[in-house]
């Protein structure tokens, strides 16, 4: 069927009220009778007077009605008992506007038998044109329901109309066309019409069966079959049941099977029904009076496939003109969830089809979704459901529905999945993953509660999410600060450290767990982290931070600033570092240090650190601070020393020492600062003794300092010990007391050493100066000097009493063994040598040594003795020559002189 409207309200379609109805159905049936009755009158009276023709029918018109008649080209052949005209207008009386009634090129057959008896079974009309004005708020009597029913009596045994226009002036105008009516009864006493039509562009026709009246005084009623068909689409409707009406309403009882091939143009009636395509197939039962209908156990299967198919069941009802409502229960398959969420400005294509149940009611125009169940799975394993309901409007609206609350579930494989809504691909796959929430309407904008989401698996790597978001504007999305009001908690945990380090691109040794919680609040575009805690520990090693707080901005893209925290670290021993420091390291004891975390602008500092080492080789008390970690980072301690024990470190730097056991433990403390960046090392204020109550007292001082691949170095260093015992388990000898004192100088090219001691009476001085370039010794110089040396301080003085047992030969013999005098040439250094000897006098039980002067110097396996003197008893004697220890074995030539020599017994 075709509609030509004037600004038309789709409703229109439709008679607004039940009166424009009356007057249609009065006019199609009530009219030809009254215009044939009129004219056959007017025809008597022009057997007398035939110029009163016209006259007489207008006579004839408001004799039988009270419309005013207009008419032209009017021709009455009684004989053969027809009328023709070419053009005829009926008016309402006093009426202004256009005709009610017009008919063009008329034509009618009967007899007067038939208008006598008002049965009008031999009667024909045929008409090119008729157009009937509808207009529901003149002033004339409407008939009764039933009145205007009983009027089927006068339908005639054929009519057939070329064209019927019914035009609605009630509101904005409308106008429905048909072509080609015919009207025929039957053999049964019912009536066929068949009719064609135009609707929105298509050819329609129309077929309409009434199969019996029933009527009385009050009541008539009719049993009818109503078929539309459209060729073009095939789209058929059908209709069949009965119509009744009394003297105050209709009434109408109909089954209805209807097939459309294009549900916009049905939906085309009701303006505020929602935007679905595709093809409808509708079975039900209708029942309705003038005031409204009801469509009962119905079922529907909307099929616009591929891009979403429905079967559903239940009613639909509405008033005369209004909005209908409906109770639906629907499911089917659809091939984007974005038909449920037009309000989220995504793209939901990638997500694939979705399989969908649904149960709606409400008007067509504000449909309300009381429970949807909403299921589709990705290709690439992205599984959501939505369920839950939404207010009038929510099947498509663009906005966020009223009073939605649903509440969603997803879970995927991967992260990968979101790649399609992400700026960029995810990095890292920590394995499969989780989340729900409720998504709520709340003033206009949406609330998600009960944020429930998992990231990974307990045996691996896992992140857990919990909370709420108070507010998401939509308006905004996808900007951060849309989402407002967050107050999300954060776990995560990892069996594997190792791993996640890997996703960054980071290398940790393995054996590393780590538990770590936070708290979330704020707006997507300023986020405050609160009660943060973390802990990495291994079997010998934990790592733990609490307090943690951190802001997260838009404005610095999202990295954490203001970072505030506690951090504890405990270790078993210090050989427990080598995995982290790449090297290894001695076992010297635990380590407990803790510091505070603090963020200074683009700087990283930690701060109150304080580290504490114990164990076996004593305990150092550390406080300070390490800045800027993330720049250029800059260290600063200052450490106490208590009870720091000489034997660990000896056994640490040189391996089995049993002698250094016996050394007195150290207390004092030194600073130090460091810029690791600039290779930038400063040792100051090193000060080190041993307590006042040790047999062996022994203070030291140093400083050392590295400066861009430049350093250097002091160490002073006193000592002195009275207990001999103790000095003879430190050194095997039977040392007299010794006291004295050391200095060292290093640096880049050279290192030099000055000794000053005191054994007993003997009095020894030291000097030694290496130089070296990278490590590598370039040259040595070496000086001994003593003005008086007697063995019996030494140790090296052997017992004269048989019955004892010292005898310090014997305690050097393993280390004479170890170092023959050919293997100490061999090892000998092949770096420049400058070797001096000076001593007054050598003084034994038996031996009596005067002027002892040695200078020895060479290089690269040739050795010069420059000097060899020395004078026994008064006895001079001198010893030069030269030593040659790349020969094998070594060759040498040392020529002696003798002065004088005398032996004394």
């Not at 720049?631 to 450490?639: A, F, I, M, N, Y």
Request: net charge negative; with cysteine.
């Amino acid at each position: 069927m075709s509609t030509a409207r004037c600004q038309a309200d789709p409703r229109d379609t439709l008679p607004a009220s039940g009166s424009d109805f009356y007057l249609i159905m009065r006019i199609l049936w009530i009219l030809p009778v009254v215009l044939l009755a009129a004219l056959l009158t007017a025809g008597l009276l022009l057997l007398r007077s035939p110029h009163l023709l016209v006259p007489a029918a207008q006579w004839g018109v408001q004799r039988f009605s009270s419309l005013r008649l207009e008419i032209a080209g009017l021709e009455l052949d009684l004989p053969a008992r027809e009328i023709r005209f070419t053009e005829l207008h009926l008016y309402q009386p006093e009426a202004e506007g256009p005709p009610l009634f017009t008919v063009l090129d008329f034509s009618g057959h009967t007899r007067l038998r038939d208008l006598w008896s008002g049965d009008l079974a031999h009667t024909d009309l045929a008409a090119a044109s008729v157009m009937i004005y509808i207009a529901a708020d003149d002033e004339a009597e409407d008939p009764t329901p039933a009145q205007w029913l009983q009027h089927l009596r006068y339908l005639p045994r054929e009519v057939n109309i070329d064209s019927v226009h019914l035009i609605n002036q009630d509101r904005d105008a409308w106008i429905f066309p048909l072509r080609a009516l015919h009207g025929r009864r039957t053999a049964d006493q019912g009536f066929r019409v068949t009719a064609g039509a135009d609707y929105e562009g298509e050819s329609l026709d129309v077929e309409l069966a009434i199969a019996a009246i029933d009527r009385s005084s009050y009541l008539a009623g009719i049993n009818l079959e109503a078929t539309l068909w459209a060729p073009a689409s095939e789209s058929r409707a059908r209709l069949g049941g009965q119509f009744r009406a009394d003297s105050d309403d209709i009434g109408y009882d109909f089954s209805v099977d209807a097939n459309f091939r294009d549900v916009g143009n049905v939906l085309k009636a009701f303006e505020q029904a929602p935007p679905l395509a595709g093809s409808l197939s509708l079975q039900g039962r209708m029942t309705g009076n003038s005031e409204g209908f009801a469509l009962s156990g119905a079922a529907f299967e909307l099929d616009n496939q591929p891009a979403y198919h429905f079967e559903a069941s239940g009613e639909l009802q509405g008033q005369t003109g209004g909005d209908p409502t409906l109770s639906l229960i629907a499911s089917g398959e659809m091939d984007s969830m974005e038909y449920f969420l037009r309000w989220l400005d995504l793209d939901l294509s990638p997500l694939g089809s979705v399989r969908a149940s649904i149960a709606l009611s409400g008007s067509l125009g504000a449909t309300v979704v009381d429970q949807l169940t909403v299921v589709t799975q990705s290709a690439e394993g992205l599984w959501i459901s939505l369920n839950g309901s939404s207010g009038p409007g929510s099947l498509y609206t663009t906005r966020l529905p009223a009073d939605s609350n649903f509440t969603v579930y997803l879970n995927a494989p991967a992260l990968a999945v979101l790649d399609p809504w992400l700026p960029q691909p995810v990095p890292v796959d920590p394995g499969p993953w989780q989340l729900s929430a409720r998504l709520l309407e709340d003033g206009g904008a949406l609330r998600v509660d009960d944020i429930r989401g998992q990231l990974g698996d307990a045996d691996g790597e896992l992140l857990q999410l919990g909370g709420q978001i108070a507010r998401v504007d939509l308006d905004l999305l996808p900007e951060p600060a849309a989402a407002t009001g967050i107050d999300l908690q954060l776990k995560a945990s990892s069996s594997e450290l190792a791993r996640p380090a890997g996703w960054f691109e980071q290398t940790t040794p393995t054996g590393l767990t780590l538990e770590a919680s936070a708290s979330l609040s704020g707006n997507g575009a300023a986020l405050e982290l609160t009660e943060g805690s973390a802990r990495i520990q291994s079997d010998v090693m934990t790592l733990a931070g609490t307090g943690f707080s951190a802001n997260v901005a838009q404005t610095r893209d999202f990295r954490p600033d203001q970072i505030r925290g506690r951090l504890q670290l405990s270790v078993e021993d210090t050989a427990a570092l080598a995995p982290y420091l790449g090297r290894e390291v001695p076992a010297l004891g635990n380590i407990a240090a803790s510091a505070q975390l603090r963020q200074r602008g683009q700087q990283l500092d930690l701060l109150e650190l304080e580290a504490l080492l114990a164990g076996e080789i004593g305990e150092l008390n550390a406080t300070g601070s390490a800045r800027d970690l993330s720049g250029d980072p800059q260290l600063e301690l200052t450490t106490r020393v208590s009870a720091l024990k000489p034997a660990v470190l000896a056994q640490v730097l040189l391996g089995d020492a049993p002698a250094a056991q016996s050394l007195p433990a150290l207390f004092g403390e030194f600073a130090l600062t460091a810029r690791p960046s600039r290779n930038d090392i400063t040792l100051s204020s090193l000060q080190l003794a041993s307590a006042p109550e040790d047999p062996l007292q022994l203070t030291l001082q140093a400083t050392a300092s590295l400066a861009d691949e430049a350093y250097q170095g002091r160490l002073e260093a006193d000592y002195a010990g009275t207990d001999t015992a103790l000095l003879e388990k430190l050194t095997g000898l039977r040392l007299a007391p010794v006291s004295g004192g050391l200095t060292l100088n290093v640096g880049n090219h050279s290192a030099e050493l000055a000794l000053d001691s005191q054994v007993g009476d003997t009095e020894l001085t030291l000097s030694a100066l290496a130089e070296h370039t990278e490590g590598t010794i370039t040259g040595l110089s070496v000086s001994l000097d003593s003005p008086q040396v007697r063995l019996v301080d030494l140790g090296l003085q052997a017992a004269s009493d048989a019955e004892e047992a010292y005898k310090p030969a014997e305690r050097l013999e393993p280390v004479a063994e170890r170092s023959s005098l050919q293997q100490a040439l061999e090892q000998a250094p092949r770096f420049p040598l400058d070797l001096r000897i000076n001593l007054g006098v050598l003084r034994g039980e038996r031996s009596r040594f005067d002027a002892i002067r040695i200078h020895l110097t060479g290089e690269q396996s040739r050795y010069i003795l420059r000097e060899f003197d020395f004078s026994y008893d008064n006895a001079p004697a001198e010893i030069r020559g030269i030593v040659d220890i790349s020969l094998s074995p070594p060759g040498s030539a040392l020529p002696a002189r003798r002065r004088r020599f005398r032996s004394t017994r």
